[in-house]
């Protein structure tokens, strides 16, 4: 698996195994092997756009090919489960390469002469990228995996080369494997020490500048504190050198350290119990191969984070580097906390910047790994929902440790990964008795039976029995005989409350004798919070449902957090646990009656919709779609004061405006989608997007509202755009821009045209786009509008591009860079220079585009706008390649395609994998070229992007020329120029002919 899939037989030389679904079928069946894979698993793997009618055949006649090409038939069987593939100890390359590491690791310190060896046979096993030319979501993290693991092994063997004194012989080595992994600063420091050693101090100064001159260009980061200690040793001669201090956290002077993250919440008073457990945990800790990751399984209320809270404060001081948290609220109503969200704190609490973490998915995950390499850390994943939420969030050292609660038994976190799973059940009932003793004391031991009846009244659940506790508490004249008894009686009254699957009749009860307690005006509150659609929530929004002040809002929520009757998260952040939430939605409907209920959603949707207008008056204070009218900010308006506040409370709230949305009347949804259209597009939440865009048109529709079935038309449009849904848009498009019309809607008329030429120049109707957007920008000049022209310039400018014309880009682009640069906006100056640099670049200014492409770059991270993001990365790649720097063009398109893979932009993912193949040609790897053009082929034929369809099939016709393969290069020949010409491109035709004619 190390490399291309091969199937190696004894005696014989290995066989790459045929057919790119086959390579697939046996990849996603090692990855569980020796387990059964269900069929729609693997009907998924391999044809994740969808299934056909006839799927299962299909499969099983690649399963039948698969068992012919294995020799030996009885190694894939068919099970009830699925499908199963035998394999035995030691036959899997990726199998052997982790153990091998594994081991060596461990024990590099002893014998550095046996590390060398060790690690240079595991790295000897490898002939490639793992899984090579296959793109399988479930087999990524494995690659990820085994990719850590290589690097963990280089840095390790360089190590014990060190070690043993041979710093000379390993720095050519070590100099390629930082050229290699730029970004890796652990390389940097082995090459510093290795030159050092080697009495080469003026090298390892400047290799320290080269270092920090990458990481401040790519990142944005000063480097870590091992470099620059080393940096001050080498000056100095004082301190230990990097081989000797790796994560001692020294610094150079004058520059303190990011601290040790202490993420963990306060521990839990009066726990008592659970001493097996606990005792589990400590000797999995203890074990001479700790266990990396441990499950932590049951049912709510049973203390699951309790135990997790009490135990990671036990064992803190076993990771000096930090201990990080997070509750991922994998139970909630909606929106549990995403890995990329969960990622972005991780990263900003280990010292980066917010402004340099990445943005997507995969470059989070490994920047956290690379962060965590070889730190002694302690991560707490709270209430998780499912193993694919977890495993982004996973350490890929073995000196870390990673403790996970979940009411799921989390069985693929087991099987794959290898955690550790520990049940918990029902407190045993002399655990919950010294619970109850060490929250009521003596009254405990005055009421022996009284309390052994009521740990049953309550399940032996604790959050039941510290709730109980509370209400002792809290009246002291009323003994726990009291209490039991009252709540069997409401126990018989009430209805069985469902927690998991078991029917506990006693955590309702408790709940309604605990509400019982409230002020009227704090329980009201509680009702109240049941009614909320999201999952958390800040006291003006509670304040809004209430009908209240902010500051009487949170007193109450004070009184209910005391209560233990809601929870507080950071940043202001209330949440009931969600037992205590399906409760307060039942009494709300029982007590409130359906007006009053109806009043607080009503308010509930006017705060959120004025909050986030006034959020909108600062993301895009001169948009040229008009945003509806909703009266000056009330007492519940938060404030903006700058553009970054105002993006972060639209990405906080983003999961709640669209729940209420979704539970909203047609009104609000019109409203609410007109106000946040553009910010959803900045961020690149099309399919969000798209949801809350057909709602609107379905509402305006039934309101027989036309202008506001064109505005969700329009805003739908553009959703669908950037998701290659091109066939549905034009319709739409074309209703809106005829309803404008008849409404008088110049702008709106303008920049609908403008959306539909953006459509056309998609699809390769390059001068039908053209005319579109000089029709555009003639009736912007009569209207005045700054913003439509700039956008209408920058686009007509990059259609113009694609025509070859680019000296008239070019004075478009100044048009569009003034305007923005005039009106202060970031979001489109930042679109702009990004065509601008892709412009000049094309002319051969390569200094200038760089620059540009540059500052496009910052300004899109610093704007949020994640489609910039990516296409800055995308150009800045394209001018690397073209200043002969394969291995930065590389990166750069790697980071830029899993962004816009993410936010699913069609047409900027096309454009990259075409860009991404070419960065690959020109290092001299044209194997992965060709992956890469025909991964661009298929989207740009699906999407239909004709042109960069014409893109992908050139590369891969002058691919092939030059691997000398002459018939597929002149198939792909011919269809490129063919399209060449199709689009109104005939030049390009002529020069790719002559190019594949020149070709040896």
């Known amino acids: 698996m190390l490399g291309p899939i091969e199937i190696a037989r004894a005696g014989r030389p290995a066989e790459t195994l045929p057919g790119r679904l086959r390579r697939t079928l046996l990849a996603v069946l090692l990855a569980r092997a020796g387990r059964p894979v269900p069929v729609d698993a693997l009907a998924d793997a391999l044809w994740p756009d969808g299934r056909e009618p006839r799927t299962e055949q299909r499969l099983q006649l690649h399963v039948h090919r698969l068992r012919r090409t294995l020799g030996e038939p009885d190694r894939l069987a068919h099970l009830p489960e699925g499908y199963l593939l035998r394999v035995a100890p030691g036959e899997l390359d990726a199998e052997r390469f982790e153990s091998l590491v594994a081991g060596t690791v461990r024990d590099a310190g002893h014998d550095p002469g046996r590390t060398v060896a060790a690690l240079r046979d595991a790295l000897g096993l490898w002939r490639g990228t793992p899984f090579s030319g296959l793109d399988v979501p479930d087999l990524a993290d494995w690659a990820h995996r085994l990719t850590e693991c290589r690097m963990t092994a280089i840095e390790t063997l360089a190590e ?66 091992e470099l620059r200690a080393l940096e001050a040793h080498i000056l100095t001669g004082r301190g230990a050198g990097a081989a000797d201090t790796a994560g001692s956290g020294t610094v ?80 909630g109503p909606d929106h549990p906390v995403t890995p990329q969200d969960a990622l972005a704190e991780f990263l900003r609490a280990l010292g980066v910047d917010g402004a340099a973490v990445p943005p997507g998915l995969d470059e989070r995950a490994a920047r956290f790994r690379t962060l965590l390499d070889r730190r002694r850390m302690l991560i707490v994943l709270d209430n998780a929902r499912t193993a694919e939420q977890v495993r982004p969030l996973l350490p890929g050292s073995p000196s870390c440790f990673a403790l996970v609660t979940s009411r799921d038994s989390l ?67 009323r003994g726990i005989a009291e209490l039991a008894d009252e709540l069997a009686r409401q126990r018989d009254a009430l209805d069985v409350l469902d927690v998991g699957d078991d029917a506990r009749a006693a955590v309702r009860a408790v709940f309604s004798w605990s509400y019982r307690q409230l002020d009227p005006a704090v329980a009201r509150v509680f009702r109240l919070l049941g009614l909320h659609p999201g999952h958390d929530t800040d006291a003006r929004a509670v304040a809004a449902l209430a009908g209240t002040g902010p500051r009487e809002a949170g007193r109450a929520l004070d009184a209910l957090l005391r209560a233990h009757l809601v929870g507080a998260s950071a940043g202001g952040r209330y949440q009931p646990h969600d037992l205590l939430r399906a409760y307060a939605a039942e009494l709300a409907a029982g007590t409130d009656s359906a007006a009053g209920r109806g009043a607080a959603l009503e308010r509930l949707s006017d705060h959120y919709l004025r909050a986030a207008s006034a959020a909108m008056d600062v993301v895009a204070p ?151 957007y000089a029709r555009v920008l003639e009736l912007n000049s009569r209207s005045g509008n700054w913003q439509l022209t700039a956008v209408s310039s920058t686009n ?99 980071e830029a395609l899993a962004i816009v893979r993410e936010i699913d932009d069609t047409l900027s993912i096309a454009k990259t994998l075409n860009g991404f193949a070419a960065a690959h040609a020109a290092a001299g790897r044209p194997a992965d070229a060709l992956r890469r053009y025909d991964e661009a082929r298929e989207v740009a034929e699906a999407a239909e992007h004709r042109v960069q369809l014409a893109h992908a099939h050139a590369g891969i016709a002058e691919t092939h020329a030059v691997l000398g393969d002459d018939t597929p290069a002149r198939t792909h020949g011919r269809r490129a120029a063919r399209l060449y010409e199709e689009l109104g491109l005939p030049d390009r035709a002529a020069r790719l002919r002559a190019r594949l004619d020149s070709s040896p």
């Open 622 to 772: 001169d948009d040229y779609v008009p945003r509806p009218e909703v009266g000056g900010p009330d007492g519940t308006t938060p404030a903006f004061p700058a553009y970054e506040q105002a993006f972060h409370w639209l990405d906080t709230e983003r999961a709640n405006l669209l729940e209420v949305a979704r539970h909203g009347d047609g009104t609000f949804v019109h409203r609410l989608a007109q106000t946040i259209w553009r910010y959803l597009d900045i961020g690149g939440h099309h399919d969000e997007a798209a949801a809350l865009h057909t709602r609107a048109l379905e509402a305006a529709r039934r309101l027989g509202d036309p202008l506001g079935e064109a505005h969700a038309r329009r805003a739908l449009g553009l959703a669908m755009s950037r998701m290659g849904r091109n066939g549905e848009v034009i319709g739409h498009l074309t209703w809106a821009l005829a309803a404008y019309r008849r409404a008088g809607e110049r702008d709106l008329d303008a920049a609908t045209l403008g959306l539909l030429a953006n459509v056309h120049s998609k699809r390769g109707d390059l001068h039908e786009a053209g005319r579109h």
């Open 160 to 225: 014990a080369e060190l070690a043993r004194g041979r710093a000379a012989a390993v720095v050519g080595e070590l100099s390629d494997l930082v050229r290699a992994h730029p970004l890796r600063e652990r390389l940097h420091a082995l090459l510093m020490t290795a030159l050092h050693r080697s009495g080469r101090r003026s090298d390892a100064l400047a290799a320290y500048r080269t270092a920090r001159k990458v990481l401040v260009a790519e990142l944005g980061l000063e480097p870590g504190p």
């Open 411 to 477: 069985a693929g976190l087991v099987a794959r990964e290898g955690a550790q799973r520990i049940g918990l059940d029902l407190l045993p009932l002399r655990d919950a008795r010294g619970l109850l003793h060490a929250l009521l004391g003596d009254r405990v031991s005055r009421e022996p039976e009284a309390t052994d009846t009521l740990i049953e009244r309550c399940a032996r659940l604790p959050l039941a029995l510290r709730i109980a506790a509370e209400l002792i508490r809290s009246q002291p004249a």
């Open 796 to 894: 007509l400018a990059r259609n113009l591009l694609s025509l070859g014309r680019p000296d008239e880009a070019l004075r478009h682009l100044d048009t569009a860079v003034a305007l923005s640069r005039d009106h202060a906006s970031k979001p489109l100056e930042c679109n702009a220079l990004c065509v601008l640099a892709e412009v000049l670049a094309h002319m051969g200014r390569l200094d200038d585009a760089l620059g540009h492409a540059r500052r496009s770059l910052a300004l899109a991270r610093e704007t949020g706008y994640r489609s910039s993001v990516g296409d800055s990365l995308r150009v800045l790649g394209m001018i690397h390649r073209a200043l002969g720097d394969d291995e930065r063009a590389v990166r750069h398109h790697d």
């Open 252 to 331: 150079t002077p004058g520059r303190p350290p990011t601290p040790p993250p202490a993420q963990l919440p306060m521990d839990v008073r009066g726990f008592t119990g659970r001493e097996a457990e606990l005792a589990e945990l400590d000797g999995l800790l203890s074990a001479e191969v700790p266990a990396v990751i441990t499950a932590v399984a049951g049912t709510a209320g049973v203390g699951k984070t309790a135990l997790a809270v009490r135990w990671a404060h036990r064992v803190r001081e076993r990771f000096p580097d930090g201990q990080l948290y997070v509750d991922l609220r994998g139970y």
